[in-house]
């Protein structure tokens, strides 16, 4: 089974926790703290793989987890970082935020890679909370959880020479004619039901070796969902040239002709900008053969490029290569992906102190990057940490924003994902 569409959740691994300990040894008096830190959690990554050709490695298994960092240690002792997990993918893999539908890479190069769950930060030791005046802190931070995203993987088959047309048209036996492929052959419409991938021959040696890629038959409205080809439009997006073929014994193959390239605009207007070569099928047939002369004369007269064939019996497949081999670029380029580069978008996280404040039905939600991470980095068992929190909402100006808001005591607020009662300091009453 070709798949080239699929959704998974990857979970990165959490940060270790930060190690509160003291330090115990002979002979050393009021030793002090020397809890060492978390680990960082193991991160999730794709990378392109030339050995993948589909997606058929997550057809079954849809949830990935790397691996949490280890908390830290007596004597300064950091944890050990997690190890992060690396899902191999096929060139030519869009991943999409499932939420966003923002686009968050797109791999074409061999070893490209891209981050789709970040590790969690691992909680400082108290060894970092000892000051003048507090010299045995007891407060250590937890880890930070790992990122957890749905993203979909969508395959674009990277190929030199596309094959495009209405079901029936003679793709997959031209393909068969030109390559060493063996793609099934039938004379319905569908045979085809996946993309067939084959190395064109194209009868000269000069170092040149382009892919060739069938894709199911469109039909008019395949832009918009209907038919079998309308999930594989994406596969020729990448290529470099396309074979529009056209069933020259149908009915009006002119209008067979103009459903096509209907469909490409209104998927794609920079398909119809693609170097094309429209290939006029089924000379053997005498149907073909009369309606030959009216066809090449309207191509000739809107500036393409037309060549009559038979794939059936070999007529004209040299002039097919001649002419494919002479839109194709020379074999170092031919050697790179048509889309080189790939793109990998890059976040920042933002780092300042914002903050938002709402009300909801169950009570106060605040929002923001650096509180939601203390919260969730703060161990509320732990009185000296639940202090050291209180604090940090007040330097931050969250205290005073929730006494504007009318927050009273008992009200639930929520900082990310910890729901807490709030509790003022007595003398505030």
Known sequence: MFLDEVRIVVRAGAGGDGASTMRREAHVPRGGPDGG????????????????????DFRYKHHFVA????????????????EDLYLLVPPGTAVVDEATGALIADLVAVGQEAMVARGGRGGLGNVHFAT?????????????????????????????????GLPNAGKSTLLAALTAARPKIASYPFTTLEPNLGVL????????????????????????GAGLGHAFLRHVERTRVLLHVVDGAARDPQWDHDIIRDELEAHDPGLLAKPMLVVFNK???????????????????????????SADTGEGLDALRAAVGAMLPDAATLAE??????????????AGDGFTIERDETGFVVRGKRIERLALQTNFDNEESAERFQRELLRLGVD??????????????????VALAWDPPEDDE
Not at 41 to 47: A, H, I, K, M, T
């Open 201 to 224: 021959d194209l009868g000269v040696d000069d170092g040149r070796r382009p892919t060739i890629a069938d894709v199911p038959g469109l039909i008019e409205g395949a832009s918009d």
């Open 400 to 417: 005073a924003a929730l006494r504007k808001a009318r927050v009273r005591p008992g009200d639930d607020v929520r900082v990310g994902e």
């Open 283 to 309: 000379m053997d047939l005498p149907a073909a053969q009369a309606a030959w002369p009216e066809f090449e004369r309207a191509q000739h007269d809107a500036g393409r490029q037309a060549v009559a064939i």
């Open 337 to 350: 992906p048509p889309d080189p580069a790939g793109v990998v978008v890059h976040r920042l996280e933002a």
């Open 67 to 82: 691996t949490p960092g280890g908390a830290g240690e007596r004597q300064k002792r950091h944890g050990k970082a997690g």
């Open 132 to 164: 003048a005046i507090h010299q045995a802190p007891r407060h250590a931070q937890r880890g930070e959880p790992g990122e957890e995203n749905t993203v979909r993987l969508e395959l674009r088959l990277i190929a030199d020479v596309g094959l495009v």
């Open 37 to 56: 830190d978390g680990g960082r959690g193991g991160s999730v990554y794709l990378r392109v793989d030339a050995g993948q050709t589909t997606l058929r």
